[in-house]
């Protein structure tokens, strides 16, 4: 699981229309060498240090969860079996964003345009951010993250926090994560702003991820992000969570 030398990282100083500005990383996977595999965690973990423990080089949180107890939130399938879960309320289940992983290739989709019984891994996260070139958030609530915000600790559509994403074209997997909750350091981004920036990086298709205190991004075995949890903590510390997505170098 070594990382591959073909992958590429970068950070830089996100400058935002109102002159704030927010650190950004973004670690690009070449798609035709590598394998992309859902984690699962019965029992909540830190991402940073389960990596080190088990020797994984490049990973970054998954789907969104519930507390006490904790649970995903939304469909979870590991090697074709589903995992217990907390179902989406109302009629947004089918409609929320997922990443479907099959023979480790990732798709990005709205629930109802993956397989009714995947045989290989999916996560449901959301909203989707981009779908065949064009941003497709905004337009209304689709997939009800407004609507059944009661399940999150807020809306976590308004104002700009912490926030991780995926992406995909024709030859790249972009994992992407922001800070935020610093004030005059760290603004974070809205999620218009996370759909233009990958956009921009060239992904086709893309999917917004847990974030928040949970944003976590691992790159060659270290946390790269700062994860704050509340504005202003002492110091970032990773959160545990419940699912994953671990990018496995096929060419190692």
């Keep these: 699981m ?106 990005l989709v709205e629930r109802a345009g993956g397989p009714e019984r995947p045989r290989g891994d999916l996560v449901q996260a959301g909203p989707l951010l981009v779908a065949e070139g064009a941003i497709v958030f905004g337009d209304g609530d689709r997939e009800g993250l407004s609507a059944a915000a009661g399940q999150f600790d807020s809306d976590i559509t308004a104002e700009r926090h912490p926030r991780c994403a995926l992406g995909v074209n024709e030859d790249e997997l972009f994992a992407v994560c922001c800070d935020g909750r610093r004030t005059g350091v760290d603004a974070g981004l809205d999620l218009p702003e996370l759909a233009r920036l990958l956009l921009s990086l060239g992904a086709t298709d893309a999917i917004n991820l847990d974030g928040g205190g949970s944003a976590t991004l691992i790159h060659r075995g270290h946390l790269l992000n700062r994860p704050y949890s509340s504005v202003d903590q002492p110091g970032p510390e990773s959160r545990p969570v419940t699912t994953a997505l671990v990018f496995d170098s096929l060419t190692s």
Excluded: K, M
């Design 2 to 107: 070594t990382a591959s030398a073909a992958i590429e990282y970068d950070l830089w100083r996100q400058t935002l229309v109102d002159g704030d500005v927010t650190t950004v990383y973004c670690v690009r996977h070449p798609l035709a060498a590598t394998a992309v595999r859902v984690l699962h965690f019965p029992e909540p973990r830190r991402l940073d240090v389960w990596c080190v423990a088990n020797g994984v080089d490049e990973a970054i949180v998954g789907g969104f969860f519930l507390r006490d107890p904790y649970r995903p939130l939304g469909e979870l399938w590991i090697d074709g079996r589903l995992v217990e879960h907390e179902a989406i309320a109302g009629p947004y289940g089918p409609r929320r964003g997922s990443v479907v992983v099959d023979d480790g290739v990732a798709r």
